[in-house]
């Protein structure tokens, strides 16, 4: 195993495990309070974003990275290479980091799912239990099997997507910047030039 590997499994490990922790401790504290409705929500939205993130890591390894040079003057194609390049280390985050994040916070709304029922025959209790789990198991398994199809299809599109998605938040935070720069420098330019009419001022008076 290479170096690099190597320590890209440690950093993805130490990662995995804070993140973990820390949603644990978030679900555990908010989703009991939550109502059915709510927790079915929460369900539904971490289903769906551990589903785009296994299409946006299976569309990366799926990528041949020559087709992309077409799309050299288009936005988010640095990105889009940058993706490319990196393809163990964006399939491992997209595919095991986030997907068993998202798996540990559906599980977690799951459970406040069926506590909200107010189920009191532990019977019927342990058997809402197991099919709110495998139902969202299920549903985990059959939106990835779909995604699956339509990433390794379209490969192309959702990498150079991603990357413009990626690059949109950057681009308007360097443009700020920019322009908060300009600013600055405008103002401290006409700070320097009043100051400099006020000592000519001064030495006429003189």
């Known amino acids: 195993m290479k170096r690099s590997?190597?320590?890209w499994a440690t950093k993805t490990f130490?990662?995995?495990i804070s993140m973990s922790?820390?949603?644990s401790m978030i679900s555990q504290s908010l989703f009991p309070s939550l109502s059915i409705i709510p927790s079915i929500f929460i369900i539904l939205f971490f289903i769906f974003l551990s589903?785009?993130?296994?299409m946006v890591g299976v569309a990366v390894t799926s990528m041949d990275i020559a087709l992309l040079e077409k799309h050299a003057s288009k936005q988010g194609y640095k990105t889009a290479i940058k993706l490319c390049q990196n393809t163990e280390k964006v399939s491992s985050f997209c595919g095991d980091v986030v997907?068993?994040?998202c798996g540990i916070l559906s599980g977690a709304g799951g459970v406040s799912l069926v506590v909200n029922m107010h189920i009191h025959n532990a019977n019927v209790y342990y058997i809402v239990t197991c099919l709110v789990s495998?139902?969202?198991a299920g549903l985990t398994i059959f939106a990835k099997a779909i995604m699956k199809g339509y990433a390794v299809e379209n490969c192309e599109r959702v990498v150079l997507l991603t990357g413009k998605m990626v690059e949109t938040p950057l681009l308007s935070v360097f443009k700020?910047?920019?322009i908060k720069g300009k600013a600055e420098n405008k103002n401290k330019c006409k700070t320097k030039k009043a100051q400099k009419n006020k000592e000519g001022k001064d030495q006429k008076a003189q």
């Open 134 to 136: 495998s139902l969202i």
């Open 5 to 7: 590997n190597l320590r």
């Open 21 to 23: 922790i820390l949603f």
């Open 14 to 16: 130490i990662l995995s």
């Open 51 to 54: 589903t785009v993130f296994d």
């Open 99 to 101: 997907g068993d994040i």
């Open 176 to 178: 700020k910047r920019k």
